[in-house]
């Protein structure tokens, strides 16, 4: 006799129907999505898309209008004093006590957490070696840099071991090396079995993620793995260098055959529909003493593209 068939795991956030106006703003309207057990999952977007309202409401820090929201199996609204125990997060704003140190930081944020004495001291020092911090645990928090401040705000997030992560946009106004430091944090967090909800304005972080989804004035307008979103791109991605990149976007931007035509500094990314190459319709055009490359394409492209036809498919 064969095993029984394994039911699949139930996914570790699923929201429906996900509503919330602030007076006359409809902050987010109608959301649907789920995220997987273990999966990272990032939730992209412009300023202003709705997705640290989304992050609240799963967090429980605010109420939705209407729809549902589960965490585990758990709806955020109806069952908040089981779902809390079991997420960590961590806000865009610094929190932190900036006149505390940062074990002193560690330290409250645990109690009131509910960590115990034992597990504090055997958790914190753990994790402020993990985060780099280990040596600046006498620093107040005041005094470290961007980057710092925002790995001591994911180490006091861990100290409870919470199964699900709601990261807002936890790397915006930091160094380069430091974003890339934290993601290596991610990973690192990730394969320990870490599930990660991460917002996020940068497309090159959707790279490093499981899932994502796009989200634009409070709707989720595309969500796959990346490899599914760029997929919904047609056509082929070319760079083109020239010595006038202005001037080159909006005479490619007209031609036949080009999809979309993006400045990105001193050359210009051209989605072209397949058919040939575009050198000889640049030619006819004036665009002399130009370099043209095939590239794969990068999440920036594709959600420049996804936006193009968005906007086209609302005029």
Excluded at 146 to 153: C, E, P, R, V
Excluded at 174 to 189: C, H, N, Q, T, Y
Excluded at 216 to 225: F, K, L, N
Excluded at 271 to 288: I, S
């Amino acid at each position: 006799m064969g095993g029984q068939q394994q039911a699949p795991a139930a996914p570790a956030v699923r929201v429906s129907g996900l509503r919330r106006s602030f007076g006359a703003v409809v902050a987010v309207d109608g959301v649907d999505l789920e995220v997987d057990d273990g999966g990272v999952f990032g939730l992209l977007g412009p300023d202003g898309a709705g997705k640290s309202t989304l992050i609240r409401m799963l967090a429980t820090t605010l109420a939705p209008d209407a729809g549902r929201a589960e965490v585990f199996g758990l709806s955020v609204t109806g069952d908040t004093a089981a779902v809390r125990p079991r997420i960590g997060y961590m806000s865009q704003r610094f929190s932190m006590y900036p006149d505390l140190s940062v074990a002193e930081n560690m330290e409250f944020f645990a109690t009131v957490r509910g960590v115990s004495k034992a597990v504090r001291r055997e958790r914190a020092p753990r994790l402020l070696e993990a985060m780099g911090l280990a040596e600046f645990a006498d620093r107040q928090a005041q005094h470290l840099s961007g980057g710092m401040k925002q790995k001591l705000m994911l180490a006091t997030t861990l100290m409870h071991e919470p199964d699900l992560l709601l990261l807002d946009e936890p790397t915006t106004g930091v160094d380069p090396v430091s974003r890339r430091e934290f993601w290596r944090i991610l990973a690192g967090l990730h394969r320990e079995g870490k599930t990660v909800l991460v917002a996020t304005p940068y497309m090159d972080e959707a790279e490093r993620c499981t899932q994502i989804a796009f989200l634009d004035a409070g709707r989720i307008r595309q969500a796959g793995t990346p490899a599914e979103i760029k997929a919904l791109v047609p056509g082929t991605l070319f760079e083109v260098r020239t010595a006038d990149s202005r001037t080159a976007t909006r005479v490619l931007a007209g031609l036949p055959g080009v999809l979309s035509a993006h400045p990105l500094g001193d050359v210009v990314r051209v989605l072209w529909d397949g058919t040939g190459r575009p050198e000889p319709v640049l030619a006819a055009a004036g665009l002399q003493d130009t370099a043209i490359d095939p590239i794969t394409p990068d999440m920036e492209t594709v959600f420049a593209y996804l936006a193009d036809a968005q906007q086209a498919g609302a005029a």
